[in-house]
């Protein structure tokens, strides 16, 4: 099997922490890690959850880039695939994300997410947390474009959720709103 942390079997240590398990206690399988598959379409992983995965396999330093390449070969489908096929052979994961981004990446201008973000409304049968989960990824895409500061996320996020929650949940929650100042904290534990 294929070492994804070097000479020693062992994870490297994040600072301030003892090593990782050895190399046999990774769940990576013989083939190296598993990405999910992302095609560009509407039935695989999409575009932002998939980067995400391939951002995280270069963070934690647990592969080299070639196996996390190797992954991502594996792991796209469809047109997506052409893509990586038209690039050739010898290219980086910074160049296929590159490319990636240019294709599937974010299309709305910052204002137009913010307007979205900002005229969010809960659906009718919809969830709090299904409704709170909407808002989060509108947001997020705001800060990828650098059109919201992270710092100002847990505030806009607190006031975008109840201005877009129903009226009966507002008639029914309007007393804790006050109490209500982290986003991530239920309302009365923050």
């Known amino acids: 099997m294929a070492s994804c942390h070097g000479a020693s079997g062992a994870m490297p240590a994040a600072p301030g922490l003892a090593p990782g398990p050895p190399m046999s206690s990774v769940p990576f399988g013989p083939f190296g890690p598993k990405l999910s598959y992302f095609s560009g379409g509407p039935k695989e992983t999409e575009y932002d959850l998939w980067r995400y995965e391939v951002q995280g396999l270069l963070a934690n330093h647990l592969c080299s880039e070639e196996q996390v390449l190797h992954a991502i070969r594996r792991s796209v489908k469809g047109d997506a695939a052409r893509i990586l096929k038209r690039m050739g052979h010898r290219i980086t994961v ?21 307007a979205a973000f900002y005229s969010c409304k809960q659906l009718e049968g919809e ?28 505030e ?35």
């Not at 296929?96 to 990446?105: I, N, Q, R």
Request: charged fraction near 20%.
């Open 156 to 190: 806009m996020l607190v006031s975008a959720l109840w201005a877009g929650i129903s009226t009966n949940l507002k008639i029914l929650a309007g007393y804790k709103f006050d109490r209500y100042t982290d986003f991530d904290a239920p309302a009365g534990l923050s």
């Open 127 to 154: 969830t709090v947390s299904l409704f709170a989960t909407r808002l989060e990824d509108l947001l997020d895409r705001a800060v990828q474009v650098g059109k919201v500061a992270h710092e100002s996320q847990n």
């Open 94 to 114: 910074k160049d296929v994300l590159t490319k990636c981004y240019a294709c599937y990446g974010l299309v709305q201008e910052g204002q137009s997410i913010l």
